[in-house]
């Protein structure tokens, strides 16, 4: 079970506290105790550490306790459901760079309380907040955790680990430095001018892996894939499905199993048994960027289905059908049929 520092429990109890939130009921059910979550810090101290799923359940709690994705940190309220918005309308862009663009823009409409901008200094890129009362956030909880969302969401969006360059916080090292370490593993600056955080520019002309299904899961999971995934992990999922749908060509080619397992240097039986322990196949990773391409295609490009059939490698538009019918339980022709009708009763009551 993957843990964190209880500073991150300590501030978020906090939190809720400075909002007159009775937090002994939730601190007894989650079997943290008074003493566990206000016990003098020290960041040598193994055991002062919590289960990730107690911090995902805390972050959920406050949000919808407070009806503030921004946790009680700023001088006004993000109500639940902005940072699933912004989502899902910047993962229609065509590179990571856009969609960085497009979802920091549609914060800094949103709120004057965060502002961020994506700035290029030739070989790197820095994406810059401004905490417009960072005085609200007194352990600078929110801060860091907005850090960790950013460079983990743009990581998740291309299916690849963004290694930074550097992080500068504008406050002083604090007790859990090597938390911060583990979370970001780059030179990390403090007493600087502004919160912010390089990588190298090449990222940003990389196409996202994921698709709006991806982020459906992506976001009910939240935040425990930001929490608990380890930084320095990219799941072989993940690696698979960059490696498929980010190809030159247009139409899908699916290499064999011993071929990808070759390019990552494992054999194909450990290949086979991490997907495993992932709860996964390739034949299923397969079937999943299919089935996505497919209803992509389908309700966006209005394209034919014997040309969907052949960009994703089928022989003929009857095994393409059959397939769409495993994973949808409608042809192709029905499932348009059902869009179609859906939309039209959504323009009726509209108008």
Request: positive net charge; aromatic residues 12%; contains cysteine.
């Amino acid at each position: 079970m993957a843990t964190v520092d209880l500073h991150y429990a300590q501030s978020i109890v906090r939190c809720l506290q400075r909002q007159n939130i009775d937090t002994d009921k939730l601190l007894q059910d989650l079997e943290l105790t008074d003493n566990a979550i206000f016990s003098d810090y020290s960041p040598l101290d193994k055991s002062q550490r919590v289960a990730s799923d107690k911090i995902t359940f805390l972050v959920k709690y406050t949000w919808a306790l407070l009806n503030d994705e921004f946790m009680g940190c700023t001088a006004k309220r993000c109500k639940p459901g902005v940072f699933a918005l912004m989502s899902r309308y910047a993962l229609t862009q065509q590179t990571l760079q856009e969609v960085l663009e497009q979802g920091l823009h549609f914060y800094n409409l949103f709120t004057d309380d965060i502002q961020m901008s994506l700035n290029d200094h030739g070989h790197y890129v820095e994406i810059e907040f401004k905490f417009a009362q960072a005085q609200l956030d007194i352990d600078n909880f929110f801060q860091e955790f907005w850090l960790v969302i950013w460079h983990r969401f743009a990581s998740w969006i291309i299916g690849e680990k963004i290694i930074l360059n550097q992080v500068t916080f504008p406050y002083s090292q604090p007790k859990h430095y090597n938390e911060l370490k583990n979370a970001f593993e780059c030179r990390l600056s403090f007493n600087q001018p502004q919160l912010k955080f390089s990588f190298n520019k090449r990222y940003l002309n990389l196409a996202p892996t994921r698709s709006q299904q991806d982020l459906t899961i992506f976001l009910k999971n939240s935040p425990a894939d930001l929490i608990a995934i380890p930084g320095n992990e990219i799941s072989y999922k993940a690696k698979i499905k960059s490696r498929l749908i980010y190809q030159s060509g247009q139409q899908l080619i699916c290499p064999a199993l011993e071929s990808l397992a070759a390019e990552f240097k494992i054999s194909s039986q450990t290949l086979r048994r991490k997907l495993k322990l992932e709860n996964t196949s390739y034949p299923q990773i397969k079937d999943e960027i299919r089935r996505n391409i497919a209803i992509d295609k389908l309700n966006s490009q209005n394209m034919p289905i014997a040309q969907i059939a052949r960009l994703l490698g089928f022989s003929e538009p009857r095994s393409f059908t059959r397939a769409f019918r495993k994973w949808t339980t409608l042809s192709p022709s029905e499932y348009l049929q059902s869009v179609n009708k859906h939309s039209d009763i959504n323009r009726a009551y509209k108008g």
